[in-house]
């Protein structure tokens, strides 16, 4: 007997979303889904309009047009119904400084008919041992993981978590990834904003491409790359470097990058192309100044790139 697999359900729906700041349109007519159980991604520069996008979702900022439902309810109509299923990481939360970590959480878990148990979420961001701790004494990395602790306190059908992992540091970054993933594990549906390339490629099943207000790109990290990119990267640093039109000659250059001495060479034969290098190199005598010189696979930053013309945080 053949067995049907579960379609799985529609649990955000973005219709033609449209909101501007006087002259500046920060949502510019965008449509997507979000799927039950899906880590989805929305990935830009500061300003591409992510952070509104999300706001307006949650129900923490109107719509100038366009309709938005979340677990089958319009956020327009009864956003009281939907935050009761939600939970929301702001990108700069305001937390009270003069409570402890366990206080703050335990005054959050009442605004909610339901709540995780406090010391089974301090387990899960690791912050049992900081539960007695007044929140303006938390290092930065403490009370980013206190913020996704708030969002996570109700046990939420959709969390949505806004640039979580910014002004972490690398361990701390990873540490944040590790609860991502679990809840992904779960089953839980994640909303991620975030210009971490690594990030979204990590963790996310499907990834928004957002620039200026508009997504020019949406599926799996891996399609995304691979719909854009056969070839590898050659990337290297050289001072002075080599001009766009001089590099655009080499043999097997399909693409090329120069931002100050840092230089990225798309290419589809990677021999011919990096003869191409360091024969140029040679020829200028700038051979001792090579460096960093490797080959490596397109990443969504490429794929960002191919698309703007720039890298994401310019």
Known sequence: MKIEKEIPSIVINVDHLVKSYGVIKAVNDISFQVLQGEAFGMLGPNGAGKTTTAEIIEGLRQADSGRVSVLGLDIARVPAKIKQRIGIQLQAPSLLPLVTVQEILQLFASFYKQSIPIDDILELLALRESRKILVKNLSGGQQQRLSV??????????????????????????????VIEDMRKKGKTIFLTTHYMEEAERLCDRVAIIDHGQIIAMDSPKELINTHFKESAIQFELEPAPPEVVLQTFPGATQVMVSNSEVIVYSNNIPTTMSAILKYAEKVNLTDKLKDLYVREATLEDVFLKLTGRKIRE
């Open 149 to 178: 602790a708030m969002a996570l306190i109700n046990n939420p059908d959709i969390a949505f978590l806004d640039e979580p992992t910014t002004g972490l540091d690398p361990q701390a970054r990873r540490s944040l990834w590790s």
